[in-house]
């Protein structure tokens, strides 16, 4: 029994003579009785029969199927998904071997008709993750070396691994991967049809839809598999740059985020003993708190890394926390400085000698007093007097050397009462000095974050902007 195409191996003549279809070299030649497009569909009826085979004289040839496409916009990107949305115009061209004409003797060098009626490439989109909701286009071209060209509209909604670490100042690189579902590649080979440039400049040029998305380039690679066999399925990878504008991130989330904690470093400037000092840091951070909550979606969602601008946000909401907890501390040493006991050893070394030195408030010396010098000298007046009155024995005591030494006891307790004041006093110094020391610090530590943060940003979007 023969096949098809074998039964098509032959010389055909219509039965009105409109038409001869020729098989002498193993292909369908079309003769059109007329130079009008009637005609020519007429001569090509008997070709669509063959609509379900791959159109190849030779089953051990590999067709060529040349793919490109115009991006027309950029709809969104998921990052919670790890989807991009795009919508393209895609184009696919492949030879049908089976048809051929001579354009003069047809009168046209190409004819548009159904898709239905020929055979058609099973090229998918590999990330492709919902079905295309794009409008179907019903017609194809037919040209006369037999060469077909398909184009359609795609909405694709395909997958995309999400980069979102340096977010709002992001840029992804997803990628389209072509290739044929069930052919291998000893029967379809998958090509780049046009320069990837003219691609990036026409799809510029044509996008109307961009959002907070910008179109950096559009990239192709062929994927080479070294498996002689031919059994693997060949693939063409389009890379699609695409950049997310900052501007309204920088000025909706970023900005307003550094001036809050811009004044909460003047804060600083405030008395630490002033309790409007507390108030007006419990102020800042309840009002950033609130700006974070209405601001969070804008933030992207996703399991995948951390943005570098959740981490900023985390650091300022701490370090408002931090500052708080200080003048909380510096405001409780200052009211209870008489209640506290003397600073441990480790607090000394620690704070007041490590760290005053580090923040330019270096520990103060203690100094003798003049007060203390007369005391001792009084005090020591007075045993003198004491030995002296010893020595000539009771008799000789009267009344001046009682009032001395009810005297002597007086001093003893002014000078006992004077002993426990300076050590209070120093205490309360050293704890008040304690309180200044991390003051400082925090405050040193705030103008360093600030000045990092500053810079990263502006590093971050102008490298951006050069890509």
Known sequence: ????????KKVMWSDDSRFTLLQSDGRIRVNCSQPD???????????????????VENQRTYTNISVYFTLYGILGVDEKSQLLITYIWLH????NEFISWDPVQCGTDWISLPKEKFWLPDVVINEFMEENKAPSVPYLYLFNDGKVKDSFPVRVVSSCNLNIYTFPFDIQNCSLTFNSYIYYATE???????DTEITTELSKQVMTTMGEWELLDITAQKLVNDDESGLYTDMLSFYIRVRRRATMYVVNLLLPSCFLITVDLFSFLLPPQSTDRSSFKMTLILGYTVFLLIMNDLLPITGNTIPLINVFFSLCLALMVASLLETILITNLLSNLPDFSPVPRWIQVLVLNFLGCLVCMPRKTEK????????NTVVAKIKFDED????RGSAEEDEAVQELRSLSHVLHAIRSEVEQQ???NQSSEEWIQVGFIIDRLLFGLYIIFISVSFITIIIVWVNSYNQ
Do not use: C, H, N
């Open 422 to 424: 300076q050590k209070g």
């Open 368 to 375: 003798p007093k003049d007060s203390e010098q007369r005391k």
């Open 92 to 95: 696919y061209w492949w030879r």
């Open 188 to 194: 379809i080979r998958v090509f780049l049809g046009r």
């Open 388 to 391: 002296s009155q010893g020595t």
């Open 37 to 55: 497009q009637p005609s020519l569909l007429a001569a090509l009826s008997p070709a669509f029969d063959l609509s379900a085979i791959r159109p």
């Open 1 to 8: 029994m023969k096949t098809g195409l074998e039964q098509w």
